[in-house]
């Protein structure tokens, strides 16, 4: 099965944000700490519109609703997951529809309300794909028109 899923690329003055993640799972006992550094992305729900999907995922995440959806990137990232993941989630692959985004409010206000997020970041263009840690997100971007 395809999940599919929607991602902002935003924009602030002439920096992106991004999120870092802490995602924790439990093996044999133990738990194992992961950080991710990536765009806002979450999954739609049933009878959700992407517009709908990106803007309640931009909240969950950063905590404001001050955001301005400039375009839909034509683009659409898709990938694969493990096998293992796949059994665990019920998914195989992801499809992900990005917009490109702009932050409208002050930056103090940006305070992430989501358990996994742990920061905000602001990165220069020039820093943007050093930064990302999500390879196929990273691959993705150098691929798009306005990089």
């Given amino acids: 099965m395809i999940r599919f899923a929607v991602g902002a690329i935003i924009i602030i003055e002439n920096d992106f944000l991004l999120i870092k993640k802490q995602t924790v799972e439990t093996l044999t006992g133990k738990y194992s700490i992961a950080y991710e550094v990536d765009f806002v992305k ?67 206000e940006l305070k992430p309300i989501d358990e996994e997020v742990q920061s905000i970041l602001f990165v220069s263009k020039d820093k943007l794909i050093n930064t990302l840690t999500h390879q196929e997100t990273k691959s993705f971007i150098q691929q798009l028109y306005y990089f």
């Fill in 42 to 108: 979450g999954g739609l729900e049933t009878g959700e519109s992407n517009e709908a999907a990106l803007l309640r995922e931009l909240y969950e995440e950063t905590g404001t609703r001050d955001y301005q959806i400039i375009e839909e990137v034509h683009k659409k990232l898709f990938f694969s997951f493990s096998n293992d993941l796949a059994q665990k989630i019920g998914y195989s692959h992801q499809q992900t529809t990005f917009f490109l985004v702009q932050y409208t409010g002050k930056i103090e």
